[in-house]
């Protein structure tokens, strides 16, 4: 009988001290990336990342469970921090009416009161969001152009994810609109908001394909920004990536355009979707790829810890890619 | 270092021209920063740094973003060609005309140089002037585009250049979407943040927002109120119009747009519905915000009519409330809307004041604060308005009541008991009662009382009458001539013991009771009202006699008192 094989192992809890400094350089290095608007929000994605410190959550939690493919915190994590800042606005009032009322706070419930108040006085968006907004409209072509933005968390490679959408849709396909608009002001139909879920897994070459397939919607540029993975002490990097203890961030960006001259790979842990396929089901898609008029682009920067810089140049140089890395302080 | 200059662009003649045309439309020369910061955020920047420095005799200032660049394609077609814009039509940028990037030769620079990147592609561009510029393929690729200026001037010009510079990006790009950050490397000082919340001065009283447009209306006590025009945050106009008369507003949205010249809000399609939403909230939703907070002001102000800052808000929102209270019908029709306040009690409304004047006889009661007669009238069912901006309005909308200050038209002196007194003011008090019986008893009651509450109007008298001891009196009921008293129901009289020349009758009546009794009757009755001047003759025998009784009287106590000061 041969012996059970092991699970690889795919996530661990991580507390205390651990948690603290790798949620907080988590988020020392989001906002060190200088990332565009085609990224996540990190200032969103930074207070969700401090509010996972123990130091911050005044002993509601001091664990989150750490997923070891992202090496950031999954989305049950993040999802309870929205649930405390649905409900921090009770809590508040209620020890307000507590104290009113000369019953004086344990320390325990100062501290609770402490970090519901921050929770609830930060700007902090919601994990999941769309967004449409109309750009422009043109008589003569009988179309309007539309943006959409869809952010979530990915639950199976945990993570921030941004995508943006331009599209475009011919005046004719309005009676079974795929995407409506009253004037200037565009609704989301039901079918937009399900589409988008379901073209919004994985790159934005994928998603310009199957979003390419809406009857009457002309796919303009499709870009994923993403806020991870994370390499950490509990997640780390690739031998010989990164000095011991140090972090790095990764922010890839892809982009499947019609404004583009030529395909471009900068992106050392990526590779054009199309590229990656067999010969056979590449001319497929190279063929729609041609249909749809769009190239693609990715690119990958990196935010890391003071001292990690040099080591990750080397690498990425060496792997022939030119990408930016900032080193926060 | 830059790699071999890739192009060398020199502007054509009558370009030249336009240019030098174009960059003298911009009013300000540090108009620049808003149009780099308006391309910066129309690049999807995140956060957007302005930077100033003073090296070698020269200023160099800086707007860095962190959006998505520029590759080579675009700026030929785009950033170096006038009109021509990568945004055009499109309504999810500020940027339309493609003129923005020339501002920054409206300081008259030395050099303006530009550093950007996109799609593995990174540029320098230097522009010694507007005339021609050189292009470099850089080595090092970099995130988004960063515009640097230099010009030469003192370090004392320097100072002045840093501060308005600062006190310009504030003003277009306070309520940025986008972060904007602000530091003099010079001075040492640390970056500061620029944005500022999306509110009006005291606060919004109601947010709307839709996609692609946030406002924000408050009341407004000014009468041309501020309003405020932003696209993304960044300013198109802000200024003082009454487009509704007691409402100013901010609007953000992406919908409106500057002229060509950048000092107003384009007036096209979009801005006729912006104003049109603002319209729709001040009719339908405002009505409600006011009155939920007029409420609570009301409800303040009558528990603290003391506090400044409850009558300052109520006043703010009395123009709009002007406004719907305008018609009779629209005042009517909001009667039961109790916002008014009342001292010591709940707010009532425009249908219970009608109703407080008519049962007052035609007066509205006004009183800085609650005291003794603004109690009574209460328990006489008579509301007291606390001073402030409603009392006139509300006599108006009341057609023409009387507007009296309670405690100014009415007094309520608090009769004391005899126990009350100490000894002596006690033997003053019966002595005036005695020969106050011996000579006729002009008064039904003589009684000691306090006058002092706050508002008093009385605190100064040294007595006043009134049918019965704790009954509101009336400050203009004409005094009865004390020689009249004969055949009419007397009256109470009521000692303000701690007026002074009471205080000093008092003392003196421990040596000459007599007389510090009949100085005080007889002052009692001089005051208590003249006989009219066709009866003098009629009464003047009487007074004689009045007074003879009242000098006998005190002869008697100060002989008896001497006789008995003399055995002792």
Known sequence: MRPEAKAPERSRPLRGADLEALVQTAARLVLAGRLSRYYPDPYGAAEYLRALAPSARGGVSDQAVLDLATGLPGLKDLVAIQADRAISADFIRQSADREASGAALSQRLQDKLAYYRRLAAVD??????LELKLRR????????????????????????????????????????????????????????????EKVAQDDSELAFLLMGQVEGVRVEEVTRGRIGPLWSPWAPAPAGWLPPGAFALHLPLDQASVNLAADRDNDPFATIYRRFLSSESRSLVEAAAAGLGYRVQKDRKFACSAGAAASLRQRLDSGGTRSLVYEAS | MAAPSD????????????????????????????ELIQNSID?????????????????????????????????????????????????????????GFVSVFAMAPER???????????????????????????????????????????????????????????????????????????????EVPVNEPFELDGAASLRYQEEGTEIVLGFSAEPRPFCGFYNRGLTLKEGEQDFQPGLQFKIKSRFLEHTLTRDNVLMDDNYRKAMAIIARLADRELPRRL??????????????????????????RLPFLRRLFSGRLSRWRRSDWAVFPVLGGKPISLAQVHAAVSAGRGVLYFDAAANRVTEALGRRGLPVLPEGPWVAELAAWSGGARLLRASGALYLPRPLDDQELGSELLGFIETLRRMDADCGAKYRQLLPADFD?????????????????????????????????????????????????????????????????YLCLKTMHLSDGEVPPAQGDKFCNLAEKTERRLLESALTIDCTQAHQGGRT
């Open chain 1, 124 to 129: 902090l968006p919601p994990l999941t969001r």
């Open chain 1, 137 to 196: 409209v043109d008589p003569e072509r009988g179309a309007a152009f539309f943006e959409a933005v869809f952010d979530r968390y990915d639950a199976a490679e945990p993570g921030f994810v941004r995508y943006t959408l331009n599209l475009e849709q011919k005046d004719r396909g309005w009676g079974r609109a795929f995407l409506k608009r009253s004037g200037d002001y565009p609704r989301q139909t039901a079918e937009f908001r399900a589409r988008i």
């Open chain 2, 7 to 34: 192009a060398k662009g020199r502007a054509a003649s009558s370009v030249q021209g336009l240019v030098r045309e174009l960059v003298h439309q911009f009013t300000d020369p540090l108009d620049f920063y808003r």
């Open chain 2, 43 to 99: 690049a999807e920047s995140n956060r957007i740094s302005v930077t100033l420095d003073y090296k070698d005799g020269r200023a160099v200032a800086g707007v860095e973003d962190d959006g998505v660049g520029m590759d080579g394609r675009i700026i030929d077609e785009f950033l170096l060609v006038l009109f021509r814009s990568t945004k055009d039509n499109d309504l999810t940028k500020i940027g339309k005309f493609g003129i």
């Open chain 2, 112 to 190: 303006v140089q530009v550093f950007t990147a996109k799609n593995g592609e990174s540029w320098r561009l230097d522009f010694p002037s507007y005339k021609h510029y050189d292009k470099y393929r850089m080595p090092a690729l970099r995130d988004g585009t960063k515009v640097e200026l230099t010009k030469a001037m003192t370090l004392q010009e320097y100072g002045a250049f840093s501060a308005a510079s600062l006190a310009k990006v504030r003003y277009w790009c306070k309520h940025a979407d986008t972060r904007i950050f602000f530091q003099d490397r010079t001075s040492g000082g640390p």
């Open chain 2, 291 to 316: 009155k939920a907070d007029l409420v609570e002001l009301a409800q303040a102000v009558g528990r603290n009519p003391a506090a400044e800052a409850l009558p300052q808000e109520w006043a703010r």
């Open chain 2, 453 to 517: 509450y706050p508002g008093s109007s009385i605190v100064d008298r040294h007595f006043v009458t009134s049918r019965a001891p704790g009954e509101l009196g009336s400050i203009s009921d004409r005094p009865r001539p004390s020689l009249l008293w004969l055949g009419r129901e007397r009256l109470c009289a009521l000692l303000n013991i701690r007026h002074p020349f009471l205080c000093r009758l008092g003392r003196l009546h421990q040596q000459r009771p007599g007389l510090a009794a």
